[in-house]
């Protein structure tokens, strides 16, 4: 059964450092979701790709917080400086619709990031 | 802007009891809404939706209905199992520039007794 892959699962870094999650969504998908959920909380919103183009990056906090899809498959999220507050699980969705179309999304198992 | 309420939890229940957990949205237009399950140590993974007002999305004995009157959508089981203990969240999806874009609910964990 195809899966949304994550890595790292796990990562620890101090404050000030760089830090980048990857995700390899299902194959075909169109439209890529990274979210950031803070325990005991939803998923909230950060960034979604349709193809290699970003259709909502609203939430992302663009001074520290950068995403990309470069050839519509695979994607980065990057962190630079990490802060204490961005210890959170962050999480890669994918679905298969394009634009305008109903998408059911399908969840990768997550990076757990702690900040020190 | 667009919201979901779900009621805080845990719900804490017995073994064959009846299950509601509640929620309810603010939202423009005609959004689509969803329950999402996470089973401990696994992802999200959908378990209903309903796309517009009245639909019913059934799956695996759990049913919601959208009410778009009270603007809810609330999850149901007859008779729950120690195996539907997880969190479980209310979700819905708009469509912002010709996509759908999701908001979730902080989710309500449910906890079932043998």
């Known amino acids: 059964e195809a899966e949304v892959a994550q890595s790292p699962r796990y990562k620890i870094t101090e404050k000030s450092q760089a830090v980048a999650f990857w995700c390899d969504p299902i194959?075909?998908?169109?439209?890529l979701y990274w979210y950031r959920q803070i325990l005991g909380q939803g998923p909230e919103l950060l960034v979604q790709?349709?193809?290699?183009?970003?259709?909502?990056d609203s939430q992302l906090p663009k001074d520290r917080f950068s995403a990309e899809r470069l050839k519509g498959v695979d994607s980065t999220l990057k962190i630079q400086p990490a802060e204490l507050g961005d210890s959170a699980m962050y999480l890669c969705?994918?679905?298969?619709?394009?634009?305008?179309?109903?998408?059911?999304?399908?969840f990768g198992p997550g990076t757990r990031l702690t900040v020190l | 802007g667009n919201s979901v309420t779900q009621m805080e939890g845990p719900v804490t229940l017995s073994e064959e009891a009846f299950l509601t957990i509640n929620c309810t949205y603010t939202?423009?237009?005609?959004?689509?809404l969803f329950w999402y399950v996470q089973y401990p140590g696994e992802g999200l993974q959908l378990l209903l939706k309903?796309?517009?007002?009245?639909d019913k999305g059934s799956n695996k004995g759990f049913e919601a209905t959208y009410r778009k009157e009270t603007t809810s959508f609330h999850l149901e089981k007859g008779s729950v199992q120690v195996s539907d203990s997880a969190v479980y969240f209310c979700?819905?999806?708009?469509?912002?520039?010709?996509?759908?874009?999701?908001?979730f609910g902080r989710g309500t964990s449910l906890i079932v007794h043998p």
């Open positions: 969705a994918s679905s298969l619709a394009r634009a305008g179309a109903y998408n059911e999304q399908f």
């Open positions: 979700a819905l999806s708009r469509v912002t520039r010709g996509s759908y874009i999701p908001t």
């Open positions: 309903a796309t517009k007002a009245d």
């Open positions: 194959s075909g998908h169109a439209t």
């Open positions: 790709f349709q193809d290699e183009s970003v259709v909502d």
């Open positions: 939202a423009t237009g005609y959004p689509s």
